[in-house]
């Protein structure tokens, strides 16, 4: 109890600074709160006396939010002695033992709730303890978005799975648990590989799944240590599920299929082999001996170097069924993941990495015990910014499946540009498979509808840090809230579900909601479209971070992340008639549509088939032509997003406004860097021009290389197309600082100025733009302090960064000056000025 309680005050004691930590659970004063106080019951009965139920959290959690949102203090009590004029939260089981069966409550499926607000009693009753702290939370949603309209219905989610896969790691002693693409600061979980002691952290996370009824969170990552197996690690993370506990949040772990050989000492980790077996049947004893509710296992097997069945002859089944079969007795869940690929030969033009998970698994359908659940990405490749749908849910017919989708935006900015990720999302739940030419949707193939499964539903990796913003990224939280409501509701509107979570983390601004809801709505179109267009993939760099552009990464290596970019053509001919045979994977009338050129969607042209620059597209535009216009009207989205943001200062707190204003400034720049470095890569390519001469031609630019350099010297910049004209300057030693000045031949007038540059994370180089005899600003080369991508240590498309300055005033022939001083590895690096008349952006 005191526990429970202590965590739960820890998270509200933090309410009033809007650093982030309570995410969309501010419980913020209601405007108009003194209005509704009076209706609201003056006491929470709470259906169960036991601290660790999830209704007792419930009851805490009614009291404390009608205390902030309505500043109502309201008694709370465990016993059933009064339902007039009270907040009843409970099960329906309890609700009936104490007051007799609730009247027009229908039968709920599992965790399903129902809320009836009509009468002087508030009824709020799960079908088990977790679906009622569901209904608490609901609740409380709707007052702190200032709907008291009188209701009673009743929900029932998709789908009973609805995970969240932290991919946090262990790690050695001297490492703080670091997060695989985690941009969000180090592991709540882990530090130098032990589990971490203080639980607070945990219980809040807990808190805010429990809000959006994620159900279960794998807490290690999918490339699993098998470390984690000892007593003194199961005992950590016992510790981990005892914070989730009172939310209803069950704990799940990531294995290492090698582990009997690498912690067990045996000589083989056979899935058939009796040593193996028993080994895995102690360890999941021992595991749940401490955690009797664990909810089960995530193996990632025979993929990217992580050992597997297939390593000693067996099937991928085989090694499922072993994890299943040990978590079996004590009702556990084995999920199994799907990326299952091999290196490929680039010089196989019917090699295809996206053919590998239906060429795994198909045959494997029905080998599956029934606790088993295949989890399969969204597309076949790797969360890309447009993939079609993994057409290996049109196979599992007798086995339960789950879709991964991805919160952490790996390949789309990496939290630090805006991406609102659900209309993505739903290009896949929504989609029509056609399975046997019937209605197969696959959100109706994930909730088991469509094949009658016993289980299924959703995964996300999600990757939350120590930051106090969660995610690195106040907005970036909108992906975790729809995550949530998508996996318990996938017919719900994107849009819809952005503006509850705009109300509950900014409150009830119009012009807050109308901007927010703006960018967000925008944002995945306009970074499709600064990124890889028509189904070609993101074009970030995929040997490396993930982040910035590099376009000939994805090619010539065994990857199979192609483009089979050339000279003349581009595109994966994924065709049965000439190609890899993706397109026949799918059931007869997808598969039509996709084989065919004319039939296949613009946005997927070029994931389906290989074809000339110059082909004419649905739209009427050329190829190279789209690629270009995109990647312009992507950026210019991108700039809008800024000044939009800045129509909001003062009707959101400085904390929360400086840190997005931050994020939005750095995206406005690293979009152009995208536009470039993409345009420039295909110009060259193909030596097709752009129509509307944009392309190459940058009149209001100052290249670094052309300026009068003193202690700077030209460098090339690798890859090419990431610097303006390929070549930036750097200090010609790592401690003096260098000079780069040009006359300014524009006319007089007011300027935006805008400096190109790179920042490394090896060091905080200092820089200074001097108009005339006047210093414009002065500012680091420090976006590892304030920026959570991958490590950038090269001058590249990740460390390409602008900064601009508005509203300058310049007179012609007065001189622009740089001063950069070196730090570290850090050679103040610089690409260009551009001096921007007003209106135009480059
Ligand atoms: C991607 C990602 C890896 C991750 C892998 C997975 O390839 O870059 O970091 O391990 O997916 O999903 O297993």
């Known amino acids: 109890m005191r526990r429970v309680l202590f965590t739960f005050l820890a998270s509200l004691s933090f309410a009033s600074g809007e650093n982030g930590l309570n995410g969309w659970l501010r419980y913020a004063p209601l405007p108009d709160a003194s209005q509704h106080a009076g209706s609201i019951p003056a006491t929470i009965v709470a259906l169960n006396s036991s601290t660790i139920s999830p209704v007792y959290t419930a009851g805490l959690e009614l009291q404390a939010g009608l205390k902030g949102i309505l500043g109502k203090t309201v008694s709370l009590s465990h016993q059933s002695s009064t339902e007039a004029s009270s907040i009843i939260v409970g099960t329906v089981d309890a609700y009936t033992k104490a007051y007799g069966r609730p009247r027009g409550v229908p039968k709920l499926d599992e965790e399903g709730f129902w809320l009836n607000t009509k009468g002087n009693t508030i009824q709020i009753l799960g079908q088990n303890e977790r679906a009622a702290l569901y209904g608490a939370f609901e609740y409380l949603s709707s007052i702190a978005q200032g709907s008291f309209k009188p209701t009673a219905y009743a929900t029932n ?50 808190r805010l799944l429990a809000s959006i009824r994620v159900n279960a969170v794998v807490v290690n990552n999918v490339n699993a240590n098998a470390t984690l197996l000892s007593a003194e690690n199961i005992e950590g993370i016992g510790r981990i599920a005892d914070a989730f506990r009172p939310y209803g949040v069950q704990l799940g772990i990531s294995l290492n299929f090698a582990s009997p050989e690498t912690f067990g000492g045996l000589p083989t980790a056979d899935p058939l082999e009796t040593s193996v077996i028993s080994f895995w049947t102690n360890v999941t004893t021992q595991i749940y001996r401490r955690i009797p509710d664990m909810a089960g296992y995530l193996v990632k097997a025979n993929s990217e170097g992580q050992p597997g069945p297939l390593q000693y002859n067996r099937t991928l089944a085989d090694g499922a069924n072993l994890f299943a079969r040990a978590v079996k007795p004590h009702g556990g869940i084995l999920m199994f993941r799907a990326f299952v690929y091999d290196q490929l030969n680039y010089t196989d033009w019917k090699a295809d990495r996206a053919n590998a998970a239906v060429d795994f698994f198909k045959d494997l359908d029905g080998k599956f015990d029934d606790n088993v659940v295949v989890q399969i990405k969204y597309g076949p490749i790797d969360f890309q910014v447009r993939e079609p749908v993994s057409p290996l849910f049109s196979h599992m017919k007798k086995t339960s499946t789950a879709v991964e989708l991805q919160v952490a935006q790996e390949y789309l900015g990496q939290q630090n540009h805006l991406v609102y990720l659900p209309p993505l999302w739903k290009t896949i739940l929504d989609f029509d498979l056609r399975v046997d030419g019937k209605k197969s949707l696959v959100r109706d193939i994930i909730s088991s509808e469509r094949f009658n499964r016993p289980l299924g539903g959703s995964a996300a990796v999600v990757n939350v840090g120590t930051n106090n913003t969660w995610l690195g990224s106040h907005l970036a939280m909108s992906n975790l809230y729809a995550y949530g409501r998508l996996a318990w509701d996938p017919t719900e509107d994107s849009q819809d579900i952005l503006q509850d979570w705009i109300r509950l983390t900014f409150g009830f601004d119009k012009r807050v909601l109308n901007v927010i809801t703006k960018m967000s709505m925008e944002s995945w179109q306009a970074y499709e479209n600064y990124s890889g267009n028509l189904g070609i993939q993101t074009l970030t760099d995929i040997l490396y971070t993930h982040f910035g552009p590099n376009p000939a990464s994805q090619d010539n290596n065994g990857w199979g992340q192609w483009t089979r970019a050339d000279r003349n053509t581009i595109g994966m001919d994924r065709t049965v008639s000439n190609g890899t045979g993706f397109s026949g994977q799918y059931p007869a009338e997808v598969a039509a549509r996709y084989e065919n050129l004319e039939t296949t969607p613009d946005e997927l042209l070029l994931w389906f088939h290989h074809v000339k620059y110059d082909y004419r597209l649905q739209s009427g535009k050329t190829v190279i032509q789209h690629f270009y216009d995109a990647h312009y009207e992507g950026a210019a989205t991108a700039q809008t997003f800024v000044p939009l943001w800045e129509s909001l200062k003062g009707k959101i707190d400085s904390e929360r406004y400086e840190a997005v204003l931050f994020r939005l400034k750095y995206q406005s720049g690293h979009s152009i860097v995208w536009r470039d470095a993409i345009n420039n890569f295909y110009a060259n390519l193909s030596g097709i021009p752009d129509e509307a001469k944009r392309v190459g031609n940058y009149p209001w630019r100052i290249e670094a290389e052309n300026m009068t350099l003193s202690g700077y010297q030209v460098v090339p910049v690798t890859p090419f197309e990431t610097a303006s004209k390929y070549n930036a300057v750097i200090t010609t030693s790592n401690t003096t600082a260098g000079t780069a000045s040009s006359t300014i031949k524009f006319p007089s007038g007011i300027y935006n100025v805008a400096v190109n540059y790179f920042d490394l994370n090896g060091g905080r180089a200092q820089y200074e733009l001097h108009i005339g005899d006047k210093l414009i600003g002065k500012w680091f080369g420090n976006n590892e302090d304030n920026l959570g991508h991958e490590p950038f240590a090269y001058l590249d498309g990740h460390s390409a960064t602008r900064i601009t300055f508005p509203g300058i005033k310049i007179q012609k022939g007065e001189t622009v000056k740089i001063v950069g001083v070196p730090n570290g590895a850090e050679l103040a690096p610089l690409d260009y000025v551009s001096i921007l008349p007003h209106g135009i952006v480059d």
Do not use: C
Not at 172 to 199: A, L
């Open 157 to 206: 989610p998709n789908a009973p799975i609805r995970w969240v896969n932290q991919w946090d790691n262990l790690d050695d002693s001297g490492t703080h648990g670091s997060v695989e693409r985690g941009y969000g600061g180090p592991s709540i979980f882990f530090d130098k590989g032990h589990v971490v002691q203080n639980m607070t952290r945990a219980s809040q996370y807990a």
